[in-house]
């Protein structure tokens, strides 16, 4: 965990006493509506369909006990006793009363907290690897990286307004599990010719209205330039980027219309003048924030636990639970351990106040006392000795958060959707909970094997839809709820954008749509082995569009025709 510092504290102190006087004014007439929008937004603070919705910052998704402690205690007290954590890898309240949030943000102060630049045109929460840190096929450790950045962008002055929000995700690992090719800024750890460490650095990826895959402007980054370079990026963004159109605005539609060549000479042309200015880092400065982290004490352990092999002889369960939630860890005799919040009924991402006490005890006892938040929006406690995996799963059980589908198409990633959010178009939550009842069989789902389904309930994407293996979109269709539906998306290393496969449909037919899409895969699939994703890429969009609507592209288009003329 990164321990704040005196300068940390005063920053969020100050911040929350500067939003009580703002709101207080506000609530007395004081303060214009106009006014007040954005002072609420650079703390985090949303007007939803029904009421505010608080969105907290969990830095790069690292968490300690007491923090996921503070963040139920708010729950129970403020809002309806659950939280929603998102694909930013924050935690969202959605029924806060206005009054009470500069009291919610002055306990989440005590805790090293905040919700400060968790909304509105800046830049937001940096997110990384969930196994950051851990990671076997880890480069570097992002998570100093991250903070590093964390601290640079904070209330930094030229970058508080921007053209539109700005989002930047780190990963340190040979395998991207950051999604970093969808985000404004993407940073790939490499090591250099002798061993240095270094960034290969994207700009321009994003989803939303305007999906598009990020575009590599530098190779090679040396460690020493990141937050310089970072700022030349900035910096002509902040220059060229659109305000007449916020559809317009993000850093991806400047890319495009520059040209990635020409952007690319634009930033080297500014870094120039920064790259040896005073946001240079240096060794003693990079030394001097990873030395606030604190580190697990790790045991020397077996690679491989005797306690841990007899269990998954022992118990089919078990075994199950262990093959989808177990991940490996670099360190002999420990393991990465993610606790589904993805059962059947649940909305995905959601966790009561109970839970959430709950995995805060499972941290201490069996994980250091620290958690992730991943941004597939499930918990991953990182730090787990494998002795204790067969006792944590019995744990786990009784909480309703062992539900062994990790990569499996229950594992569904969705926003809020019309249940909450003012812009949504369609409800997320119960086509996400009419699927996986539909898919509740774990052995079919394990037949079906590795499958990412995403939902987004509005052409923002913050469901990710657009690199889901299905995507699947909420439309409005003449004032009725409808969905269209893609396949062929995915994020890591290989991401790709899905493709809508036709019309869209009513909320009703979504379950049978996807049965389709499945069915159409395991006919075509080579072997068990080959994913839904190799499929859609081997086969293409077509026979799966075949099966879900009856009939080849051809006679559909010849029906339209004959209705036309008729």
């Given at each position: 965990?990164?321990?704040?510092?005196?300068?940390?504290?005063?920053?969020?102190?100050e911040?929350?006493?500067?939003?009580?006087?703002?709101?207080?004014?506000?609530?007395?007439?004081?303060?214009?509506?106009?006014?007040?929008?954005?002072?609420?937004?650079?703390?985090?603070?949303?007007?939803?369909?029904?009421a505010?919705?608080?969105?907290?910052?969990i830095?790069?998704g690292?968490l300690?006990?007491?923090?996921?402690?503070?963040l139920?205690h708010?729950?129970?007290k403020?809002?309806r006793?659950?939280?929603?954590?998102?694909?930013r890898?924050?935690?969202?309240?959605?029924?806060?009363?206005?009054?009470?949030?500069?009291?919610?943000?002055?306990?989440?102060a005590s805790?090293?907290?905040h919700?400060?630049?968790?909304s509105?045109?800046?830049?937001?929460?940096?997110?990384?690897d969930?196994?950051?840190?851990?990671?076997?096929?880890?480069?570097?450790d992002?998570?100093?990286?991250?903070?590093?950045?964390?601290?640079?962008?904070?209330?930094?002055?030229?970058?508080?307004?921007?053209p539109?929000?700005?989002?930047?995700a780190?990963?340190?690992?040979?395998?991207?599990?950051?999604?970093?090719?969808?985000?404004?800024?993407?940073?790939?750890?490499?090591?250099?010719?002798?061993?240095?460490?270094?960034?290969?650095v994207?700009?321009?990826?994003?989803?939303?209205?305007?999906?598009?895959?990020?575009?590599?402007?530098?190779?090679?980054?040396?460690?020493?330039?990141?937050?310089?370079?970072l700022?030349?990026?900035?910096?002509?963004?902040?220059?060229?980027g659109r305000?007449?159109n916020?559809?317009?605005?993000?850093?991806?539609?400047?890319?495009?219309?520059?040209?990635?060549?020409?952007?690319?000479?634009?930033?080297?042309?500014?870094?120039?003048?920064?790259k040896?200015?005073p946001?240079?880092?240096?060794?003693a400065?990079?030394?001097?924030?990873?030395?606030?982290?604190?580190?697990?004490?790790?045991?020397?352990?077996d690679a491989?636990?005797?306690?841990?092999?007899?269990?998954?002889?022992?118990?089919?369960?078990?075994?199950s639970w262990?093959?989808?939630?177990?991940?490996?860890?670099?360190?002999?005799?420990?393991?990465?351990?993610?606790?589904?919040?993805?059962?059947?009924?649940?909305?995905?991402?959601?966790?009561?106040?109970?839970?959430?006490d709950?995995?805060?005890d499972?941290?201490?006892?069996?994980s250091?006392?620290e958690?992730?938040v991943?941004h597939?929006?499930?918990l991953?406690?990182?730090?787990?000795?494998?002795?204790?995996?067969?006792?944590l799963?019995?744990?786990?059980?009784?909480l309703?958060?062992?539900?062994?589908?990790?990569g499996?198409?229950?594992?569904?990633?969705?926003?809020?959707g019309?249940?909450f959010?003012?812009?949504?178009?369609a409800?997320s939550?119960?086509?996400?909970?009419?699927?996986?009842?539909?898919?509740?069989?774990?052995?079919?789902?394990?037949?079906?094997?590795?499958?990412?389904?995403?939902?987004?309930?509005?052409?923002?994407?913050?469901?990710?839809?657009?690199?889901?293996?299905?995507?699947?979109?909420?439309?409005?269709?003449?004032g009725?709820?409808?969905?269209?539906?893609s396949?062929?998306?995915?994020?890591?290393?290989?991401?790709?954008?899905?493709?809508?496969?036709?019309?869209?449909?009513?909320?009703d037919?979504?379950?049978?749509v996807?049965?389709?899409?499945?069915?159409t895969?395991?006919e075509?699939?080579?072997?068990?082995?080959e994913?839904?994703?190799?499929?859609?890429?081997?086969?293409g969009?077509?026979?799966?569009?075949?099966?879900?609507?009856?009939?080849?592209?051809?006679?559909?288009?010849?029906?339209?025709?004959?209705?036309?003329?008729?």
């Amino acid at each position: 965990m990164y321990l704040y510092d005196e300068i940390d504290q005063r920053l969020v102190d100050e911040r929350v006493a500067q939003f009580r006087g703002q709101t207080r004014r506000f609530l007395a007439g004081e303060l214009s509506e106009d006014n007040y929008r954005p002072l609420r937004l650079q703390n985090g603070l949303y007007i939803q369909r029904f009421a505010p919705m608080l969105r907290v910052a969990i830095p790069y998704g690292l968490l300690s006990s007491r923090q996921l402690r503070a963040l139920a205690h708010i729950a129970r007290k403020w809002d309806r006793g659950y939280g929603h954590f998102s694909t930013r890898q924050n935690i969202q309240y959605n029924w806060p009363k206005l009054e009470d949030v500069p009291e919610i943000l002055a306990h989440l102060a005590s805790v090293q907290m905040h919700a400060i630049q968790t909304s509105g045109n800046c830049i937001r929460n940096t997110t990384s690897d969930h196994f950051a840190g851990i990671a076997p096929d880890e480069i570097v450790d992002p998570l100093l990286w991250c903070e590093l950045i964390r601290q640079w962008s904070t209330f930094h002055p030229e970058f508080a307004f921007l053209p539109r929000k700005f989002k930047i995700a780190v990963s340190g690992a040979e395998q991207d599990r950051a999604a970093i090719q969808v985000h404004d800024i993407g940073l790939q750890a490499v090591r250099g010719a002798n061993g240095e460490v270094g960034f290969r650095v994207l700009v321009g990826g994003g989803l939303g209205r305007t999906p598009i895959i990020g575009t590599v402007i530098r190779e090679f980054l040396p460690w020493p330039h990141l937050l310089t370079y970072l700022d030349a990026i900035l910096r002509v963004y902040n220059r060229f980027g659109r305000r007449d159109n916020k559809y317009k605005a993000r850093i991806k539609i400047l890319v495009k219309e520059l040209t990635p060549e020409e952007f690319r000479k634009q930033v080297d042309a500014e870094w120039v003048h920064l790259k040896d200015g005073p946001a240079k880092l240096t060794a003693a400065e990079v030394s001097r924030i990873d030395a606030r982290f604190t580190r697990p004490q790790y045991q020397q352990l077996d690679a491989l636990s005797v306690q841990y092999t007899q269990a998954l002889a022992r118990e089919r369960g078990f075994a199950s639970w262990a093959g989808r939630n177990v991940h490996p860890h670099k360190v002999p005799g420990y393991a990465a351990v993610t606790l589904s919040l993805k059962k059947t009924g649940v909305p995905p991402g959601d966790a009561t106040a109970d839970q959430m006490d709950a995995v805060a005890d499972l941290a201490d006892r069996y994980s250091f006392g620290e958690l992730r938040v991943s941004h597939e929006q499930n918990l991953v406690l990182s730090d787990v000795r494998q002795s204790d995996l067969h006792a944590l799963w019995l744990e786990a059980k009784l909480l309703g958060l062992a539900t062994p589908n990790i990569g499996l198409i229950t594992n569904i990633i969705a926003c809020p959707g019309g249940d909450f959010c003012s812009l949504a178009n369609a409800k997320s939550i119960p086509v996400a909970e009419a699927i996986q009842r539909r898919f509740d069989d774990l052995d079919y789902q394990h037949d079906i094997g590795e499958l990412d389904l995403n939902i987004s309930g509005c052409m923002n994407s913050c469901g990710h839809h657009h690199v889901g293996h299905i995507g699947i979109l909420g439309v409005d269709k003449q004032g009725a709820e409808f969905y269209q539906i893609s396949i062929g998306g995915a994020q890591g290393n290989a991401a790709s954008l899905g493709k809508v496969i036709g019309p869209s449909f009513a909320q009703d037919e979504v379950p049978d749509v996807i049965e389709k899409l499945i069915e159409t895969y395991l006919e075509h699939r080579d072997s068990e082995s080959e994913k839904f994703i190799d499929v859609v890429r081997r086969i293409g969009v077509t026979p799966f569009k075949e099966h879900v609507y009856g009939y080849p592209d051809q006679k559909r288009e010849n029906g339209k025709r004959q209705l036309a003329a008729a």
